[in-house]
């Protein structure tokens, strides 16, 4: 009896290293639906070629029919061939169209199939012939989707991005994250790991101590006031000096799939904004997006070498320790599993109180 006992309360304690259960997973995905999701950069969808994409593990065809952008899903009503390896054509009276590669169903930009070339004269099309179309978008240069036809909240608006001021840096795409996308959120929002794990970049070993937080709500956003040193590094290096700076810093959570940093130097008159997107492909990959704007050096190159290799570094520092975080999804806080710490950990415990009200942090 007491081998038996030793075996279920070690079971019990490694659940949280599996898979999560089914139910788990579609709560999640359930959850997530209502918000807005960046999936591809705008620039990787061509006037007049569809493309396949995946959103909560549902496959999706974007494409740009008559001037705007489409989602449906990626699938013909017909016989389930991908709409994404299909083409744009003009359809008498509904303009530009998706069509069909196996059988030339074409659809309108509802999901409505408006032509089968196939019909007998005398048959009309099948009121069932409809692909479920989503809400689609184009802001920052990307494409988002929202898979619910009320979205919770608005598309994210990043500060300083468009501002005549304020020069725009190139947008980046990372390579997919075997991750959740909260644990990527809360990998950026964390600014008491930098010493462990960016020392030199944004943190200090012979400094570890965390700075003090103003944490607040803000509509759908979660913003947190920060001073704290920070080694010199290209995005607050100024004038030559190498020295640690005093940074103030602002950071703001779009909840629950963005974030945005606007970072000065204390005595400075210098603005970054860095921001980042977040596509929750599924339960356990993410797809990262950045972006950047800056009040000075207008007259120079958007693209900053050191800047940009420093941004680099610092998500490939990240993404290694992210990928091996477990659970998956986040557990409530009743499990006991993580042990978050006041006053440290303020801005992660705020914002995963925000998901567990929303659904998202979830059971395993």
């Known amino acids: 009896m007491m081998g038996t006992a030793t075996k279920t309360s070690d079971s019990a304690m490694h659940m949280h290293l599996r898979r999560p259960s089914e139910d788990a997973i579609q709560s999640y995905y359930t959850a997530m639906r209502r918000f807005w999701h960046p999936v591809l950069a705008a620039d990787e969808l061509p006037n007049d070629t569809p493309i396949g994409v995946e959103l909560l593990e549902e496959r999706l065809v974007l494409t740009r029919l008559n001037g705007a952008v489409v989602a449906m899903q990626d699938l013909c009503r017909h016989f389930q061939a991908q709409l994404s390896l299909g083409e744009v054509r003009t359809v008498a009276g509904h303009g530009q169209c998706l069509m069909c590669p196996y059988h030339g169903w074409s659809y309108s930009a509802d999901g409505r199939c408006v032509e089968i070339p196939q019909l007998a004269a005398d048959r009309q099309i099948p009121a069932d012939a409809v692909v479920p179309s989503y809400l689609a978008a184009e802001r ?62 944004v943190g200090d070993r012979n400094h570890p101590e965390s700075p003090e937080h103003k944490v607040r709500r803000d509509g759908r956003n979660l913003v947190i006031n920060i001073r704290m040193v920070q ?36 005595g400075s008159e210098r603005i970054t904004l860095i921001w980042q997107a977040v596509c929750p492909i599924r339960y356990n990959e993410s797809l990262t997006f950045w972006g950047s704007s800056r009040n000075y050096d207008l007259d120079k190159p958007a693209y900053n070498d050191k800047f940009e290799r420093m941004q680099d570094t610092l998500r490939e520092q990240d993404r290694v320790i992210v990928e091996s975080q477990r659970p998956w999804l986040l557990p409530p806080f009743w499990t006991k599993i993580e042990l978050p710490l006041r006053p440290a950990d303020l801005p992660l415990i705020e914002y995963q109180r925000w998901l567990e009200e929303l659904g998202i942090s979830t059971m395993l």
């Open 231 to 266: 080694p010199d590094n290209p995005t607050i290096s100024e004038n030559g000096d190498p020295t640690a700076k005093i940074v103030n810093l602002t950071t703001t959570v779009g909840i629950p799939n963005t974030i945005h940093f606007t970072i000065r130097a204390e």
């Open 140 to 201: 920052y240069g990307l494409i988002w989707v929202c898979l619910d036809d009320n979205p919770l909240f608005e598309l994210p608006i990043f500060p300083h991005v468009n501002e005549p001021d304020f020069l725009a840096g190139p947008l980046r795409k990372y390579p997919t994250w075997k991750a959740s996308t909260p644990r990527a959120i809360m990998a950026a929002l964390d600014d008491t790991h930098g010493p462990w794990v960016h020392e030199g970049l």
